[in-house]
């Protein structure tokens, strides 16, 4: 899915769980066109304490995701230099095993692996 598509889609969907919670919470009656002051009051609350709380959240999950970025980063470099290593050591093998190997020409015939 489309990264900005997936944002909006996101963002819509927090916007009408804020919206439900705090129209259930905060509004009593349907009988006026108009909020009373006191469903004003109540829903400005609401949706600012949601809102901080949102803010919150995103901040501890930045922080969160950047500790586990990193720690990826260096089992990722680990790995990469523990295969390195390993394809170094065999090609070493690969390359004392052909030095050890008779050639025609010399006649000598030396044992493969010593």
């Known amino acids: ?10 963002f819509l969907t927090l916007y009408n769980k804020v919206t439900e919670l705090c129209f259930s919470r ?5 009988y006026e066109r108009e909020l009373t002051n006191a469903e004003n009051t109540c829903i400005d609350r609401c949706v600012t304490k949601f809102a901080r709380f949102n803010q919150k959240m995103m901040n501890v999950y930045v922080e969160v995701q950047t500790d586990i970025n990193q720690k990826r ?15 170094t050591s065999s ?15 010399s006649g000598a015939q030396t ?3 010593s």
């Open 73 to 87: 980063i260096k089992e990722l470099e680990t790995t990469q230099k523990q295969g390195d290593q390993a394809s």
């Open 26 to 30: 905060c509004v009593e009656t349907l």
């Open 91 to 105: 090609s070493k093998v690969v390359a004392a095993g052909l030095n050890s190997v008779p050639t025609q020409a």
């Open 1 to 10: 899915m489309d990264p900005n598509l997936r944002n909006l889609k996101d």
């Open 111 to 113: 044992p493969a692996y």
